[in-house]
Nanobody
Framework: QVQLVESGGRLVQAGGSLRLSCSASGRTFSSYPMAWFRQAPGKEREFVAAISWIAGNTYYTDSVKGRFTISRDNAKSTVYLQMNSLKPEDTAVYYC?????????????????WGQGTQVTVSS
């Protein structure tokens, strides 16, 4: 069993920055990718970014490229999402997810473990 716990979400003004953290515990999955998704009210869950554990390869959705950075600290089993130049449309619940197969993919159905989410609200 894998447990993922997100933290760091809060209310921030447009143009501001936040860093989300996702702490992982349980089953060893150090070789497998981790990702961030988000879900705004009334919308489907949306892929944000993913990172491989070993090579540190990353993959972003177009709307966050140049503003968000995903990173990881393997020693702490933690994945981060640094979010800069935040916009009101970034408002959502942000979820951390992991999958048990290789490859950086955007589909939510390809991820097997999920955290409970952390709320990010960007005011205009």
């Amino acid at each position: 069993q894998v447990q993922l716990v997100e933290s760091g979400g809060r209310l921030v003004q447009a143009g501001g920055s936040l860093r989300l953290s996702c702490s992982a515990s349980g089953r060893t999955f150090s070789s497998y990718p981790m990702a961030w998704f988000r879900q705004a009210p009334g919308k489907e869950r949306e892929f944000v970014a993913a990172i491989s554990w070993i090579a540190g390869n990353t993959y972003y959705t177009d709307s966050v490229k140049g503003r968000f950075t995903i990173s990881r600290d393997n020693a702490k089993s933690t994945v981060y999402l640094q979010m800069n130049s935040l916009k009101p449309e970034d408002t959502a619940v942000y979820y951390c997810a992991s999958r048990t197969t290789y490859g950086l993919v955007p589909g939510a159905d390809k991820y097997h473990y999920w955290g409970q989410g952390t709320q990010v609200t960007v005011s205009s």
